[in-house]
Each structure stands twice: as structure tokens, then as C-alpha cells.
């Protein structure tokens, strides 16, 4: 009924600058919060990003200043601009909608299937 579709994935050098999008479809009734997460090998998932439907972020501390989050809500997509890569930024990249669907009577946790991001020479 609900699907988060990721894209923007791929191989980068350390130092450079990827995109991700996520969009959120089916039978939305509204979203709270959406974001990111990302889990590297041999590593729990974390938090990177998440924002509020009122424009709220809340970043980790390992990306702060280099990552930014934002959402259009018009089109239930939130995207994650991601500079200054590192190696270590390396993981799936998951995303996140914490939603309402049509007919439920609360706030759900929904992912996507997730990105891989690779950050090497």
C-alpha cells in the first residue's frame, strides 16, 4: 500500500557530492517525520538525517555541516545532499517515512529498500 522508492546511489571519490531522493507513494493519509539511516558492513543501522513536516532536521553528529536534508511535502519526497564524502560515509543508505495511511489511526514506520553509497579512490 505504501512504497519509499530511493535513487541516487553510486560510486563517488572521497570529497565529492551525491544526491539521494526518496518519494513516498500509495495510500498516504499524512507524513511526520521522514529521513535517512544507513548501515555499513558489520555495523547496527543508524540515524543520518530526519525532518519534520514542519522543516525540523535533526542531523548525526558524524555528518553535520556536510549534510543536508529537506522535504517537499507537496510531492512526499525528502532528499539528502550529501558533500565532502568520505570513506567511511560508505553504507546502504535507508530511507525513512514515519506515516499515516488511509483508514489507519496511527503513525507507522515505513523503508525503503535501500541505496548503496561507496566512497573511494
Known amino acids: 500500500q505504501v512504497q519509499l522508492v530511493e535513487s541516487g546511489g553510486g560510486l563517488v571519490q572521497p570529497g565529492g557530492s551525491l544526491r539521494l531522493s526518496c518519494a513516498a507513494s500509495?495510500?498516504?493519509?499524512?507524513?511526520?517525520?521522514m529521513g535517512w539511516y544507513r548501515q555499513a558492513p558489520g555495523k547496527e543501522r543508524e540515524l543520518v538525517a530526519a525532518?519534520?513536516?514542519?522543516?525540523?532536521?535533526n542531523y548525526a553528529d558524524s555528518v553535520k555541516g556536510r549534510f543536508t536534508s529537506r522535504r517537499d511535502n507537496a510531492k512526499n519526497t525528502v532528499y539528502l545532499q550529501m558533500n565532502s564524502l568520505k570513506p567511511e560515509d560508505t553504507a546502504v543508505y535507508y530511507c525513512?517515512?514515519?506515516?499515516?495511511?488511509?483508514?489507519?489511526?496511527?503513525?507507522?514506520?515505513?523503508w525503503g529498500k535501500g541505496t548503496l553509497v561507496t566512497v573511494s579512490s
Open positions: 500509495g495510500s498516504i493519509f499524512s507524513i511526520n517525520a
Open positions: 525532518i519534520t513536516s514542519g522543516g525540523t532536521t
Open positions: 525513512n517515512a514515519r506515516l499515516k495511511t488511509i483508514g489507519d489511526y496511527i503513525y507507522r514506520d515505513y
